[in-house]
Antibody, heavy 120, light 107 residues
Framework: EVQLVESGGGLVQPGGSLRLSCAAS????????MDWVRQAPGKGLEWVGR??????????EYAASVKGRFTISRDDSRSSLYLQMNSLKTEDTAVYHC???????????WGQGTLVTVSS | DIQMTQSPSSLSASVGDRVTITCRAS??????LNWYQQKPGKAPKLLIY???SLQTGVPSRFSGSGSGTDFTLTISSLQPEDFATYFC?????????FGQGTKLDIK
């Protein structure tokens, strides 16, 4: 059974930092592109960024809204994905989902998400 | 960025109804279009990928069509468990973008 379990969310003040983790199991993590997708309360879905796999040079891409503030990394030996979030803004408040892509560039497996609240 | 526009934003229907949701892209995306279902408090679930391909385990009452800029998701006969919010997403180019969602509720 595929599982993606996020952790590390919580309440942080504007300008603060937070690091999210995602533990994957039930599939070959190293083969997959991995993404972060977020959803603000009561709103739609927003792609945050992705890391490609080793075969594609671990290339990382970000949404413009987080570029320069967020850093995605992965550890294939631990089947884990990370999101380091710095200089947080109130508009970063959202549930952050860890997502494994399928081979056809779709979001195949989703974690339940972890809530990040940026507020003073 | 490619803008994805869904219509309608909300829809009321009855069990057994045939329902169609539309997604329009601001430029051609070939068939790089995916559909997701989300229930309250849950993660989205992949239904359709590459515009027309049914994800494993998804009931055959769900179908997708379209190419270029105009796409549809059809549910042939609504079941009680289908009342949810549906999102389209383009994977033609980065950044991946989603439609605003269509909330389907019981009439």
């Amino acid at each position: 059974e595929v599982q993606l379990v996020e952790s590390g969310g919580g309440l942080v003040q504007p300008g603060g930092s937070l690091r999210l983790s995602c533990a994957a199991s039930g599939f070959t993590f190293s083969d997959h592109y991995m993404d972060w997708v977020r959803q603000a309360p009561g709103k739609g879905l927003e792609w945050v960024g992705r890391t490609r796999n080793k075969a594609n040079s671990y290339i990382i891409e970000y949404a413009a809204s987080v570029k320069g503030r967020f850093t995605i990394s992965r550890d294939d030996s631990r089947s884990s994905l990370y999101l380091q979030m710095n200089s947080l803004k109130t508009e970063d408040t959202a549930v952050y989902h860890c997502v494994a892509e399928g081979s056809g560039s779709f979001f195949e497996f989703w974690g339940q998400g972890t809530l990040v609240t940026v507020s003073s | 960025d490619i803008q994805m526009t869904q219509s309608p934003s909300s829809l009321s229907a009855s069990v057994g109804d045939r329902v169609t949701i539309t997604c329009r892209a601001s430029q051609s995306i070939s068939t790089y279009l995916n559909w997701y279902q989300q229930k309250p408090g849950k993660a989205p679930k992949l239904l359709i990928y590459a515009a027309t391909s049914l994800q494993t385990g998804v009931p055959s009452r769900f179908s997708g069509s379209g190419s270029g800029t105009d796409f549809t998701l059809t549910i042939s006969s609504l079941q009680p468990e289908d009342f949810a919010t549906y999102f389209c997403q383009q994977s033609y180019t980065t950044p991946d973008t989603f439609g605003q969602g269509t909330k389907l509720d019981i009439k």
